[in-house]
Nanobody, 126 residues
Framework: QVQLVESGGGLVQAGGSLSLSCAAS?????????MAWFRQAPGKEREFVAA????????FYADSVKGRFTISRDKSKNSMYLQMSSLKPEDTAVYYC??????????????????WGQGTQVTVSS
């Protein structure tokens, strides 16, 4: 059973930076997996933030975060990261790590991944 544990959330002022981590366990390798970050603000639907292909490290971003957020992964640590900069109050949300072994490209932004973390709160004050 794959387990995902996020860390690194917190409170930051607008314009600041924050880094999230997602530690994956339950498998010796996540080869062929797609891994992603989603977020959900109060009263809103869960939305795609960024995704990465484990093998190729190809990345995908939501337009709202492109140029401000960077997704990466470390195979040796079975971990994924989200470096967030130039944060805005509208980035405030619970951020979730997700993983899926059979995610095709056309579905990479759809929030129905197989495995999910418990979420970490990111709050950006104005």
């Amino acid at each position: 059973q794959v387990q995902l544990v996020e860390s690194g959330g917190g409170l930051v002022q607008a314009g600041g930076s924050l880094s999230l981590s997602c530690a994956a366990s339950g498998r010796s390798t996540f080869s062929n997996y797609a891994m992603a970050w989603f977020r959900q603000a109060p009263g809103k639907e869960r939305e795609f933030v960024a995704a990465i292909r484990w093998n190729s490290a190809n990345t995908f971003y939501a337009d709202s975060v492109k140029g401000r957020f960077t997704i990466s992964r470390d195979k040796s640590k079975n971990s994924m990261y989200l470096q967030m900069s130039s944060l805005k109050p509208e980035d405030t949300a619970v951020y979730y790590c997700a993983a899926d072994p059979t995610r095709i490209l056309s579905q990479i932004r759809v929030p129905n991944y197989l495995y999910w973390g418990q979420g970490t709160q990111v709050t950006v004050s104005s």
